[in-house]
């Protein structure tokens, strides 16, 4: 069955440390997408692709930058690690038409210590 | 500034009645709605969705209705189980919007049905 995965699903890091968070997906879908949850803000839009090279700013997006080199996958990287980007990301992607269903992965709890 | 509104942050209702979650927008360009609902430690799955040019979509258990004269949608699940019990996010897209594909999503509202 196609699937979304994230990894890894829990990362404990430093202040100032660089992480990735991968995001892979098998459905062949164009559009992917960055949230992070945060309690009293739901889920907001880190960064989002529509495809092969293609990246765009969210609402939120100081501080992660992502690249798209091939169609299955999205890293999320966090170039210096702030305690604010303490939280849990979620990647999505969705085939190509805004009517679509957005899938979702399970998630990355992420600590900045 | 907030362009889709979940206003109730939790609700409890008793096993077997209607759970209505509500849900307000601004942008008058979002033309497609969905609503998501979330366990804890899994990520968001899709529920059901609705376009503009309709005012009612049901799916089982689940219906949502949309008012878009006055920007607002809610979603009604009878009879509620306890099965429901997750946070609901409403989520919403302009398909019109220069291409735009994104979903703007509320806060959620967290749903606990008692036994």
């Given amino acids: 069955d196609a699937e979304i995965t994230q990894s890894p699903r829990h990362k404990i890091t430093e202040t100032g440390r660089q992480v990735t968070l991968a995001c892979h997906q098998t459905w062949n879908h164009n559009n992917m997408f960055w949230y992070r949850q945060d309690l009293g803000h739901g889920l907001r839009l880190i960064h989002y692709s529509y495809g092969v090279h293609d990246t765009n700013k969210g609402e939120v997006s100081d501080g992660y930058s992502v690249s798209r080199s091939n169609t299955e996958d999205l890293p999320l990287t966090l170039e210096s690690a702030a305690s604010s980007q303490t939280s849990v990301y979620f990647c999505a992607s969705r085939q190509g038409a805004s009517t679509g269903e957005l899938f979702f992965g399970e998630g990355s709890r992420l600590t900045v210590l | ?115």
């Avoid at chain 2, 099965?83 to 509202?109: P, R």
């Fill in chain 2, 1 to 115: 500034d907030q362009q889709v509104k979940q206003n109730s942050p939790s609700l409890s209702v008793q096993e077997g009645r209607i759970s209505i979650l509500n849900c307000d927008y601004t942008n008058s360009m979002f033309d497609y709605f969905l609503w998501y609902k979330k366990y804890p430690a899994e990520g968001p799955t899709f529920l059901i969705s609705i376009s503009s040019i309709k005012d009612k979509n049901e799916d089982g258990r689940f219906t949502v209705f949309l008012n878009k004269s006055a920007k607002h949608l809610s979603l009604h699940i009878v009879p509620s189980q306890p099965g429901d019990s997750a946070v609901y996010f409403c989520a919403a897209s302009g398909s019109t919007q220069g291409g735009s594909e994104k979903l703007v999503f509320g806060k959620g509202t967290k749903l606990t049905v008692n036994p």
